[in-house]
Every structure is written in C-alpha cells, then in structure tokens.
C-alpha cells in the first residue's frame, strides 16, 4: 500500500496510521523547487526520489486502483507566470511532474475516497484575503476533479 501526504510535518500522520502499515509514504517539500520524498516505515529511511520540476505543490494524493500520485500546484495571483496553479501526475520513480490541468485553483491538499474520487481542498482562499484586514475566511471549498476528461 502507498499513502501520500504532502508535506514532511509526519509525526502526527504517522501516529494515526492503522495496521498493516503502508509500504511506503510519499512526502513533497512545498516550498520553491518542491522535491518528492519516499519514507519506508519498516526501515526508518528517507529517501530523496528527486525535483518535481514544479514550484510549491501543496497536496498529495495516491490513487491507489489507477497507481497514480496527485500533486496540485497552488495558484498564487502574485506570481502567475511561476504559480499558475494546477493538477500534475508525479512519476513516483523519478519524482518528475507532468501536468494534467491547469486550473488556476489554489489548492491546500488532495484525496481520494474509497470509490477512487479525487478532491481537492482551497483553504481560507481569496485573492483578496491577503489584503483584506481582517481577511476573509469563508472561502473554504471542497473540488471534485474530472478525472475522465481533466
């Protein structure tokens, strides 16, 4: 089994994981030149795979029946040519991203249910609400992605 979570703050997902324990966790740095990490709970390692080529992906999601990781770039109206925001599929041998839709969505992490849907969670986001004092935070949304057509 692989589980994904999308930053390297692990102590409290890893408290919360039930037997069997996954066969590997996958980690993306989310900062500028985000890197995809392997984590072997058995052997206590972690291991570098390698640059995602993208800047700041904010969420992991493995679909386990189509044997695919997630990532979503966050959309940031400050720097658009650099973060246009979008959906990407992470090669999880190489750590490479290949877009699959950019849609300019801001969002903060992935899921995918039992049934294999995959969400995407935009917390507190608003293009104004690093302005606005106070900002506005009733902007949470949860984003059901087309994986059929995109």
């Not at 692990?10 to 039930?18: K, V």
Request: some cysteine; charged content about 15%.
């Amino acid at each position: 089994m692989i589980v994904a979570v999308r930053t390297l703050a692990l102590a409290s997902i890893l408290t919360c994981l039930s037997e069997p324990l996954p066969a590997a966790i996958f980690a993306v740095s989310s900062g500028s030149a985000s890197v995809l990490y392997r984590i072997d709970l058995e052997a206590k390692t972690v291991t570098t795979v390698g640059p995602t080529g993208v800047d700041h992906l904010t969420g992991l999601a493995y679909h386990a029946s189509r044997g695919v990781l997630f990532a979503h770039q966050a959309y940031d109206s400050f720097e658009p040519q650099t973060r246009p925001g979008g959906l990407y599929q992470v090669d999880i041998a190489s750590g490479q991203a290949s877009l699959i839709d950019q849609n300019g969505l801001s969002i903060s992490d992935l899921a995918v249910d039992p049934s294999g849907q995959l969400f995407g969670w935009m917390e507190n986001y608003n293009d104004d609400a690093r302005v606005n004092d106070p900002p506005d935070t009733t902007l949470d949304q949860l984003i059901l992605f087309n994986l059929t057509d995109g």
